[in-house]
């Protein structure tokens, strides 16, 4: 397979997960509180909150943060 086809198959592969795997992370190490994420067009980024409709606590906020910069970081290491 081209080396192009390659990229863009894990890149998809990481992004198609991306928002389930952190739902079960955060289920993980903040139960009972769920998490829905969503693509935000007017920031062009994926928005997460709570499914209870509560602000997120900085720990959460945290946790999330930490999560998306290693996604982040996982789809530079498959474009480079």
């Known amino acids: 397979m081209p080396r192009k086809k ?7 592969k990481i992004n198609d ?5 952190l739902a079960a992370a955060f ?4 139960k009972p509180v769920e998490i829905e994420t969503n693509f935000n ?3 062009g ?8 409709g509560n602000d997120l606590t900085p720990e959460q906020m945290a946790f ?3 999560y998306s910069a290693g996604y982040s970081d ?7």
């Not at 289920?27 to 903040?30: A, P, R, S, Y």
């Open 6 to 12: 390659t990229i863009d198959k894990v890149s998809r």
């Open 17 to 21: 997960n991306f928002r389930e795997l």
């Open 27 to 30: 289920i993980k190490g903040f």
């Open 41 to 43: 067009l007017f920031s």
């Open 45 to 52: 980024r994926l928005v997460s909150t709570r499914k209870d």
């Open 64 to 66: 999330i943060g930490a």
């Open 74 to 80: 996982a789809m530079i290491q498959v474009h480079d």
